[in-house]
């Protein structure tokens, strides 16, 4: 679905060829989580970040030249091409003995539709800026494009939170109105604790997890847990190969870990260019 960089991306450094972190004693989730509210990207808290996440923590004039998002974009923007586009980006999620076999969703004007029926009970899309945490600065930011493949378990459990929030996005509820509904919903056990088991593939290079991060960061897994304190995991601890974000609305918890490959199977040896032709933030990148 798929994590925060203003602070820590400076002093990030590239991890090297079969790490799953920094030799330097560095908080991970200072540093990512593909689409939550810091944005490293690991999405950009970096998330995706959340999960989820940059470019933070630059001088003040840089900053002032930020975009901002305030309001929703034209929907278009936030549309593919084509089907055929969306579908290939969705199934860069994860690798191809993952992915060929899974369901593909689509966003249409309603909401998003199944377009690819699936056999391995894996579910691709490609998430939208709205699925960050609702202070996001990037929650409208049209760019966005954060592939995920969820197994069965996410998919029953964690998925239709998201696609629930996209619906309200498209018949034009507002942000504040957003969070509320999703706090009632929670409150409600209409929106549950992920089921045992549930994991997300956020390995994509193609992706792009917001604008601290100017690409899709490094490729990663995400285990989603009813909440749960990171130091059960060890997450968040120094040469930790694993971080933590208990931040959004919902009832989880979810932790992350980078992993030495994207989903096509090159090598993550440096973080991919970005697409704007800028170095990625902090000299790397939901």
């Known amino acids: 679905m798929r994590r925060t960089l203003d602070r820590t991306t400076r002093e990030f450094k590239s991890i090297p060829t079969g790490e799953v972190w920094p030799r330097e004693r560095t908080r991970w989730a200072d540093l990512v989580n593909p689409m939550t509210t810091r944005w490293i990207g690991v999405a950009a808290r970096i998330g995706v970040t959340t999960l989820f996440l940059g470019c933070g923590g630059g001088d003040d004039s840089a900053q002032a030249d930020t975009p901002t998002y305030p309001n929703m974009a034209p929907l278009a923007q936030y549309l593919f091409p084509s089907r055929q586009d969306e579908v290939a980006l969705a199934r860069s999620a994860a690798p191809p003995a993952i992915a060929q076999g899974a369901e593909v969703l689509v966003l249409g004007a309603k909401g998003y539709e199944s377009v690819v029926r699936g056999t391995n009970g894996f579910v691709c899309l490609v998430d939208r800026p709205w699925d960050n945490n609702f202070d996001s600065p990037d929650f409208w930011n049209p760019k966005v494009r954060a592939p995920e493949c969820f197994n069965r378990p996410a998919a029953r459990s964690v998925l239709p939170a998201y696609l629930r929030r996209t619906e309200w996005v498209l018949a034009g509820v507002s942000r504040a109105q957003m969070l509320a509904r999703t706090k009632s919903a929670v409150a409600a056990h209409e ?3 992920p089921e045992v088991g549930s994991m997300v593939y956020m390995m994509s290079k193609r992706g792009y997890l917001g604008d601290a991060v100017g690409g899709p960061w490094y490729p990663h897994v995400m285990f989603i847990l009813p909440r749960t304190a990171g130091n059960e995991w060890g997450a968040d601890l120094p040469g930790s190969p694993i971080f933590s974000d ?7 918890t979810m932790f992350f870990v980078p992993v030495g490959r994207w989903s ?6 440096e973080a991919p260019a970005r ?4 170095q990625p933030a902090s000299t790397h990148s939901h």
Do not use: K, L, N, Q
């Not at 208990?246 to 989880?252: I, Y």
């Not at 096509?264 to 040896?269: I, L």
């Not at 697409?275 to 800028?278: E, F, L, P, T, V």
């Open 191 to 193: 929106i549950r604790e």
């Open 246 to 252: 208990s931040t959004r609305p919902e009832p989880v």
């Open 264 to 269: 096509d199977g090159t090598a993550r040896s």
């Open 275 to 278: 697409s704007d032709g800028a």
